[in-house]
């Protein structure tokens, strides 16, 4: 190949990659092997400038704009950052500096590299005016309402504060919400998230705001730009007193902005990678991602003199951690059972050390990404950690392979009651279906039904549950309440108290509210939220466990999959039989009219306009009551909400020039209070 093709080989090879990775939320090769690609084209083009293009990735934002939203144009352009993996890199980026700026006078800030999506946010006069996407660097995407629903983000700032200015951040999904999201997609039987950037990045894409307001977002900011920083009816010209990074931190968190704190001001390359030293490790004990940290020159004046390349600013440089990945040997895979049947294969890996913990264990998936990772018992294989709770196996060297190895057959029999397993088509996951006596199944069924957000049974664990089983106790949940203390007492690691505890505990579970039961009941894809979707509509058992398959449907947020889901499980007879039982011992199968109320519209203030078509205004204003809300009369700054109906005027027009209001939908309006 010609040095010319190698060029555009990797020019377009990083271009699919930036496409994958931007607009389509899905990388598929690594952060690391992406940087060193890219280096490697940089590399080449400075060999050759004959082949110069102005296209080419190394000299372009990756990000594109997408035609899904209003294209907007960056009053100040939005540049990538420099990356560099060593001390002999920042040596020369220093040095570089001291040249360009003609002295060795050069402070510098360390922040923490957030790993989300960036965004630019417009202030006027104290309001948060506008939310724009990075996109190419010259324009992104407008995702103004999206922005609006994240918590941390100012609509009103504090203090004194620019007339006008953007700030510039990282829209992030810490790591608690991103599993909390993660379990109750894999509890709804959905395939998890992949990681916490890319759903970051995927929930600012979102057309239903309401939908991105669920997610637990959070947005951290590094950066004011303006070409005025006086602040309003200051006399200060220019900078307005404002002559460094540190204190435009300062700032921001003056103005009501997150600023996390640990950013440190420093004089010398080992003092940057002593920071970087320590936050590779205490990187950990972070409640969200960095991939690394970033160093800016800390005058305002010298990263003016300093300016910009075509991608990047002279001023700033990222010092990215290497990619947590080890090779280790695959010694065997073995296959788990859930409650509901399905099939997870596991990697059983020669124990190896990752990010600070030992590993023996990687996720595997499903039978398709074993035939696509082709890995095969005793292979090198490569391990990463991400936003996962367990690393998963991302490639495997083949070139390691000894020579006659067998590629992987999936099992065809549950490695548990050596039923025949099957798989549905269009689905992943293989099942047994034999639930009625598959032992995984009966005790995974009972320790969901025991589990804490459903009837959150006090005094017993899982093994407990296991144990009951084995010795013939109980085979589904509702034998829990035959159960005797003098029954108990005589098993392994029991005695008189503990088993005391256990049946007080199975009798204060008949005060458990029925959204909770419902979902204790494990219908397939009825999670937490579903179950609570179903209780309020139903308000009862009796009416759930006849609703036609249509009649699911109709219910908001309630597809064929779920319907269909539901059905099958009421239309079981031995299902019916449980719940009879659970009732006959006074299980709550009805919600109670008062628990209808929440507190998830605190403090929040609304407006209704238009013409209201899913519910009357009264019914409007007692819904925004019950939740702990208010209903206000006119469009004021002190308006949070306007829910507009058909044909709404000047209210709404009111409230959009305002730029502070949220605007939704009757049925965004609905999934605020239903959340
Ligand atoms: N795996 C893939 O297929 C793939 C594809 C494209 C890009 N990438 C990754 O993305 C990188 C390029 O993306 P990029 O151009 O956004 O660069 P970048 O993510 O390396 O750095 C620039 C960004 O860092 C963010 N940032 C976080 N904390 C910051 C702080 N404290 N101060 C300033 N900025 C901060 C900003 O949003 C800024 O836009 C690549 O180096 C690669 O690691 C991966
Ligand atoms: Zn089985």
């Known amino acids: 190949m010609s040095i010319q093709e190698k060029i555009n080989q990797l020019r377009k090879e990083l271009r699919q990659h930036n496409y994958n990775y ?21 590399e080449l083009e400075e060999k050759h400038p ?58 510098y800030t360390c922040e923490l590299k957030y790993d989300g999506a960036s965004i630019n946010i417009t202030y006027e006069n104290g309001q948060l005016v506008r939310a724009v996407t990075r996109g190419d660097g010259f324009q992104g995407d407008e995702v103004t309402t999206n922005i609006k629903t994240i918590k941390s983000v100012p609509l009103q700032l504090q203090g004194n504060y620019p007339k006008s200015f953007d700030i510039r951040g990282e829209i992030m999904l810490p790591l608690e919400g991103f599993q909390k999201m993660n379990e109750e997609r894999v509890a709804n039987g959905e395939d998890p998230y ?33 070409n005025d920083f006086s602040p309003i009816g200051g006399d200060a010209e220019g900078r307005g007193g404002i002559e460094t990074q540190m204190q435009v931190l300062e700032k ?30 205490e990187r950990s004990n972070l409640p969200y991602e960095i991939d690394g940290v970033v160093i800016k020159v800390n005058s305002l004046a010298q990263q003016e003199e300093l300016g910009y390349t075509a991608k990047a600013p002279r001023w700033a440089m990222a010092y990215k951690f290497k990619a947590e990945r080890v090779s280790t040997v695959l010694e065997s895979i073995s296959y788990q059972v859930g409650r509901t049947g399905a099939i997870t294969p596991v ?10 913990t030992t590993v023996k264990r990687a996720s595997l998936h499903n039978a398709d990404q074993i035939a696509k990772l082709d890995v095969r018992i005793g292979d090198t294989v490569y391990v990463e950690k991400g936003g996962e709770i367990i690393p998963k196996i991302v ?72 144990l009951l089983h084995k010795e013939g106790l109980i085979t589904t949940y509702a034998d829990l309440y035959d159960l005797k203390v003098e029954q108990i007492v005589p098993l392994e690691r029991m005695a008189e108290k503990s088993a005391q505890n256990l049946v007080d505990g199975v009798e204060a579970s008949k005060q458990v509210p029925f959204e909770k039961v419902l979902f204790g009941l494990g219908i397939r894809f009825v999670g937490a939220t579903v179950a609570k979707k179903l209780a309020k509509h139903y308000k009862n058992i009796d009416t759930l466990m006849v609703a036609t398959q ?66 009357t205004r009264d019914g409007a204003k007692q819904m925004v009551e019950d939740n702990g809300g208010k209903t206000i009369s006119g469009v004021s700054s002190k308006l949070n909400y306007l829910v507009v109906g058909e044909k709404a005027g000047s209210k709404l027009k009111k409230a959009e020039a305002l730029g502070t209001v949220i605007i939704l939908s009757e049925t965004e309006f609905l999934s605020l209070i239903n959340e």
């Open 252 to 281: 921001a968190r003056e103005f009501g902005f997150k600023v996390p704190k640990h950013s440190r001001l420093v004089g010398s390359i080992d003092e940057i990678l002593e920071y970087v030293a320590y936050w590779d490790v």
């Open 395 to 466: 490639a495997v060297a083949t070139e390691k392979r000894e020579e006659g190895s067998q590629s992987t057959q999936y099992i065809t029999h549950c490695p548990e009651c050596n039923s025949e397993l099957v798989r549905k088509e269009g689905e992943a996951q293989h099942y047994c279906v034999n639930d009625l006596e598959c032992p995984p199944q009966i005790v995974g069924r009972i320790q969901h039904y025991i589990s804490r957000k459903a009837l959150d049974i006090e005094g017993l664990g899982g093994e407990t549950v296991a």
């Open 22 to 42: 931007y607009v389509l939320d899905t990388p598929t090769i690594s952060d690391y092997d992406f940087d060193m690609l890219l280096k490697e084209l940089q």
């Open 347 to 356: 990697a059983n890996l020669q124990p190896v050390l990752l990010a600070g």
């Open 50 to 107: 004959e082949f110069y293009d102005a296209n080419s990735p190394t000299l372009r934002v990756g990000g594109e704009v997408t035609k899904n939203f209003n294209t907007v144009e960056h009053r100040y352009r939005m540049y990538s950052l420099d990356n560099s993996y060593s001390k002999e890199d920042l040596l020369d980026w220093e040095k570089r500096i001291h040249k360009l700026l003609d002295t060795d006078d050069v402070q």
């Open 194 to 226: 992949m990681n916490p950037r890319n759903t970051a990045s995927g929930s600012l894409k979102l057309h239903d705001s309401a939908e991105t307001a669920k997610r637990p977002l959070e947005c951290y900011l590094y950066s004011i730009v303006t």
């Open 550 to 615: 249509e009649d699911l449907e109709n219910v908001e947020e309630i597809g064929v999959k779920i319907a269909e889901s539901v059905r099958a499980f009421f239309d079981e007879e031995r299902n019916v039989a449980i719940i009879n039982k659970l009732r006959s011992v006074g299980i709550q199968f009805e919600i109670e009219e008062k628990e209808l109320a929440s507190n998830v519209l605190e403090g929040k203030t609304f407006l209704f306009t238009g013409k209201l078509t899913q519910f």
